[in-house]
């Protein structure tokens, strides 16, 4: 299926991307920015900085949750309905780990999918950084970006949940505690990124926003995935400090989320719980925030005027993923934005 060609300048020197990530919402937005890139005659470079907060250790496994749905889902290897794991994925492990009533049992690790935490873990114990880990795994599914760990350093978010059995009244649990077992069905108090301060930016990372012509915020959660890489210390120097303009598409549309717990997390952060919300939240670069534009669906039209007051470039467009076709379409507006 072809894409139609951008009809914006075809040699607007755009030739280094580098793209904020979390899982599923970024993975896939880059997908349609790699089909949108594809159609150009010069080559263009995707990086992918991605969230690593996500991460757990899980029967002695280093499970890295947001950069293996964008490996699995770029390198074709994702099951597309469950937006995260293998697909033609068996579960003989799980159900062996649940036998022998091992806990957790409410977070499933596929057998194809603990060969990769297998080989992440063994290389990590030989010495590996996670960022040289993702690189060899990311010879095997040729993701076609460059994917790079925010971090090296290990961090973690959890989410501080009320629990009357404590004497504090509230309790922290690990984000995919929060997310898989709570089903974020209960309030969130805080969100606290254990390590995040003392994080340091993995190899690569500042240079890929330095570096890039266009520095693009995807769809992502902007709590647990973009704010988490925002939040490694340097990377907001960074992007403030980039040639390259920066440019998100809101990850709210009509006021909710697509799937996902942002509303939950950004109601924890006090943040508005909207396409503008999230982008004052960011903050305009221009008001030592990161953003120079935005885009919001057509639905929320109404939040265009209200950005551009806060020195925010704002462009109402179709924000639905729906396919690949529509995400390049996103993408190309992104782009197009950008060029302004
Ligand atoms: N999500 C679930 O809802 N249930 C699971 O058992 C589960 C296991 C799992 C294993 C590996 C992995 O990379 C992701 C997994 N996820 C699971 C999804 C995970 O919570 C999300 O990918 C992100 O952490 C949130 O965006």
């Given at each position: 299926?072809?894409?139609?060609?951008?009809?914006?300048?075809?040699?607007d020197g755009v030739r280094r991307i580098t793209v904020l990530s979390g899982g599923y919402g970024g993975?896939?937005?880059v997908q349609g920015l790699l089909a949108l890139v594809r159609e150009r005659p010069e080559p263009v470079e995707v990086t992918v900085v991605a969230n690593t907060a996500d991460d757990l250790w899980l029967h002695g496994l280093k499970v890295c949750p947001d950069l293996?749905?964008?490996?699995?889902?770029?390198?074709?290897?994702?099951?597309?309905?469950?937006?995260?794991?293998?697909?033609?994925?068996?579960?003989?492990?799980?159900?062996?780990?649940?036998?022998?009533?091992?806990?957790?049992?409410?977070?499933?690790?596929?057998?194809?999918?603990?060969?990769?935490?297998?080989v992440r873990t063994e290389m990590l114990e030989a010495g590996y950084p996670l960022s040289a880990v993702t690189e060899a795994l990311c010879r095997r599914w040729q993701p076609g970006v460059r994917l790079l760990p925010m971090t090296d350093?290990?961090?973690?978010?959890?989410?501080?949940?009320?629990?009357?059995?404590?004497?504090?009244?509230?309790?922290?649990?690990?984000?995919?505690?929060?997310?898989?077992?709570l089903r974020a069905e209960v309030p969130a108090r805080a969100v606290v990124v254990v390590g995040l301060d003392k994080a340091t930016p993995g190899p690569g990372v500042v240079d890929a926003l330095l570096?890039?012509?266009?520095?693009?915020?995807?769809?992502?959660?902007?709590?647990?995935?973009?704010?988490?890489?925002?939040?490694?210390?340097?990377?907001?120097?960074?992007?403030?400090?980039?040639?390259?303009?920066?440019?998100?598409?809101?990850?709210i549309i009509g006021g909710h989320h697509l799937r996902g717990m942002a509303e939950q997390l950004l109601t924890a952060l006090d943040v508005e719980?909207?396409?503008?919300?999230?982008?004052?939240?960011?903050?305009a670069r221009t008001a030592g925030g990161v953003l120079d534009g935005w885009l919001?669906?057509?639905?929320?039209?109404?939040?265009?005027?209200?950005?551009?007051?806060?020195?925010?470039?704002?462009e109402a467009v179709p924000l639905l993923m729906t396919d690949?076709?529509?995400?390049?379409?996103m993408a190309e507006a992104a782009l197009g934005l950008a060029a302004r």
């Amino acid at each position: 299926m072809t894409i139609p060609a951008p009809h914006g300048p075809a040699a607007d020197g755009v030739r280094r991307i580098t793209v904020l990530s979390g899982g599923y919402g970024g993975a896939k937005f880059v997908q349609g920015l790699l089909a949108l890139v594809r159609e150009r005659p010069e080559p263009v470079e995707v990086t992918v900085v991605a969230n690593t907060a996500d991460d757990l250790w899980l029967h002695g496994l280093k499970v890295c949750p947001d950069l293996d749905t964008v490996m699995y889902t770029l390198g074709g290897g994702l099951d597309t309905d469950r937006g995260w794991g293998r697909r033609e994925e068996t579960w003989s492990v799980k159900q062996e780990l649940e036998a022998y009533g091992v806990e957790p049992t409410w977070f499933g690790l596929g057998d194809r999918d603990v060969a990769t935490h297998l080989v992440r873990t063994e290389m990590l114990e030989a010495g590996y950084p996670l960022s040289a880990v993702t690189e060899a795994l990311c010879r095997r599914w040729q993701p076609g970006v460059r994917l790079l760990p925010m971090t090296d350093d290990r961090v973690e978010t959890h989410i501080v949940v009320d629990d009357p059995d404590q004497p504090s009244g509230q309790r922290a649990v690990h984000f995919q505690e929060y997310w898989v077992r709570l089903r974020a069905e209960v309030p969130a108090r805080a969100v606290v990124v254990v390590g995040l301060d003392k994080a340091t930016p993995g190899p690569g990372v500042v240079d890929a926003l330095l570096d890039a012509d266009v520095v693009l915020v995807p769809p992502s959660n902007p709590v647990v995935s973009v704010g988490t890489v925002l939040g490694v210390p340097g990377v907001r120097d960074a992007l403030r400090e980039t040639g390259a303009p920066v440019v998100g598409l809101s990850p709210i549309i009509g006021g909710h989320h697509l799937r996902g717990m942002a509303e939950q997390l950004l109601t924890a952060l006090d943040v508005e719980v909207s396409a503008a919300g999230v982008a004052e939240h960011y903050g305009a670069r221009t008001a030592g925030g990161v953003l120079d534009g935005w885009l919001v669906d057509s639905t929320d039209a109404d939040a265009v005027d209200r950005l551009r007051g806060a020195g925010i470039r704002c462009e109402a467009v179709p924000l639905l993923m729906t396919d690949v076709r529509a995400t390049a379409a996103m993408a190309e507006a992104a782009l197009g934005l950008a060029a302004r």
